[in-house]
């Protein structure tokens, strides 16, 4: 488990790392571990910015879903620190790469309890963001 800040709360969060249980990491695996935590709050930052245009691009259609409880589970905000107690980062997982630093993160949203939030960082850049499907 690592520490991480995101909308001003710290949150522990499960590390992953795909591989066989007697498998140790691999380098490339290793180096994106490290490069990701080297630049965490430039990334969380990002992430936060991120997460906060792709709401607003489902934002209509779950309040449509929600009707009369919309505002509890898909408030309408103006900025990205009002997602606040809408978005919990659950997971980081680093899969089996050969040439590129991948970094996979799973957020917990209140908007889709189900598929929540995916976000996959391919060399520290955000090349993903999408339901946790998207980046599995």
Request: aromatic share 12%; with cysteine; glycine share 6%.
């Amino acid at each position: 488990k690592d520490s991480y800040v995101l909308y001003g709360k710290e949150f522990e969060i499960i590390l992953f790392v795909q591989g066989d249980e007697s498998e140790i990491p691999t380098s490339i695996q290793k180096e994106a571990y490290i490069e990701f935590n080297n630049k965490k709050t430039v990334l969380l930052n990002e992430i936060e910015e991120k997460i906060f245009d792709y709401y607003h691009s489902v934002c209509e259609e779950y309040r449509d879903m929600y009707g009369e409880e919309a505002d509890l589970y898909a408030p309408i905000v103006d900025e990205p620190s009002q997602l606040k107690g809408f978005v919990k980062p659950q997971s980081i997982m680093i899969p089996k790469q050969k040439d590129k630093r991948i970094v996979n993160i799973l957020f917990k949203t209140k908007w889709d309890l189900e598929m929540g939030i995916g976000i996959q960082l391919v060399d520290e850049q955000i090349e993903i963001i999408g339901v946790q499907s998207d980046v599995l």
